[in-house]
Structure formats: structure tokens, C-alpha cells
């Protein structure tokens, strides 16, 4: 699938903890398509100058002209300038034409080549962005799994001190209660 200037600019991207500045992504982005559109721009223009370099180079305007009738003598001369400038000025021509198709077909190529590598090296970097991105969402996620794990540990620390304390409670109880229930028998009158 190409990618397009318009995907670029109404791609979504879901925001994590600790994740890049959504400004600056799109300002990046921004900036690609930018340059997205300057090579489409050349691309077609330099489409436009092949194309144009490309057809027949327009005819001598001699050959447009109507014969016009002229003594015996002039006729014959006038013929044969007539069929060696149309056939000297292609010969001209060819050539500077062929290398400007040639140049223009390497420039397009160039500005081809150019656009691929700019949108591969903004599909890399996306997925640079997105990689590191997860791999930070993941580390964070990890660290508070961490945290929890030892917030329940401190908890069920902290439940079975207050379990042990209790009973011990009970215990101290227990034997102040027998102690008292012992002792009565002091306080009673004889």
C-alpha cells in the first residue's frame, strides 16, 4: 500500500504513560509531508519536461510555405536548400534532444528514487518511534506490576503481624483473666 500525504496527516496514535510529545510526532510528520508534496511537485514537473522533450521537434517553417510560382531557375535551386535544412536541423536537434529526455528520465529517476527513500526512512523512523514507545509503555507497565506485587507482599506482611499481635493479645488476656480469677479467692473474707 503507498502511503500517502493525507495518511500521514490523519494517522492516530494512541498516547501512553511516559510516551513521546504528541506536538513535536506531528510536527515531524508535518515536515515529512511537506517534503512529500515538494517531490511529488518535482516529480511532476520533470514528468511534464520529458514529455515535452519527448516530441517531434516542430517543422521548419519553410516547409509550411505555400510554393509560390517563380522563374524556371529558382525553382530548381529552391527545392534542394528546402531538404537539407529540414534534414540538417533534426540531425541538430536529435541528439540535444535525446540527452535532455536522458537527463530528464536520470533527474526523474533521482527525484523518484529520493521520494522512496524519504517515505522508507519516514516509515522506519515511525516505526522506531512506535517500537520505542512500546517498549517504554512496556517497562512502565512492568514497574508498576513490580510495585504492586510489592505493595500485596507489604500487605500480607502487615495482615499476618496483626493476626500474630492479636492473638498474642488474646493470649496476655487469657492469662491476665486466670491470674484475676486465681487471685480472688485473696479478696474474700474468711
Request: charged content about 30%.
Amino acid at each position: 500500500m503507498a502511503i500517502t500525504v493525507q495518511m500521514i496527516e490523519n494517522k492516530e496514535f494512541t498516547t501512553a504513560p511516559m510516551g513521546y510529545k504528541r506536538k513535536e510526532v506531528d510536527m515531524f510528520l508535518d515536515e515529512i509531508c511537506d517534503e512529500m508534496d515538494r517531490l511529488n511537485e518535482e516529480i511532476q514537473s520533470l514528468q511534464v519536461r520529458l514529455s515535452q522533450a519527448n516530441q517531434p521537434a516542430p517543422q521548419n517553417a519553410r516547409t509550411n510555405v505555400r510554393p509560390v510560382s517563380v522563374p524556371a531557375p529558382l525553382e530548381v535551386e529552391e527545392p534542394a536548400p528546402a531538404q537539407e535544412t529540414p534534414a540538417a536541423e533534426p540531425e541538430a536537434k536529435k541528439p540535444l534532444r535525446t540527452d535532455l529526455g536522458a537527463e530528464a528520465a536520470a533527474v526523474l529517476q533521482a527525484a523518484q528514487r529520493v521520494y522512496k527513500e524519504t517515505v522508507s526512512d519516514a516509515k522506519n523512523e515511525a516505526q522506531r518511534i512506535i517500537d520505542q514507545a512500546q517498549t517504554k509503555a512496556d517497562d512502565q507497565l512492568k514497574l508498576q506490576q513490580k510495585e504492586r506485587e510489592e505493595m500485596d507482599e507489604a500487605l500480607r506482611t502487615l495482615r499476618e503481624s496483626a493476626l500474630e499481635y492479636k492473638k498474642k493479645l488474646q493470649n496476655l488476656l487469657t492469662s491476665q483473666q486466670k491470674l484475676l480469677d486465681d487471685a480472688a479467692g485473696l479478696f474474700e473474707e474468711q
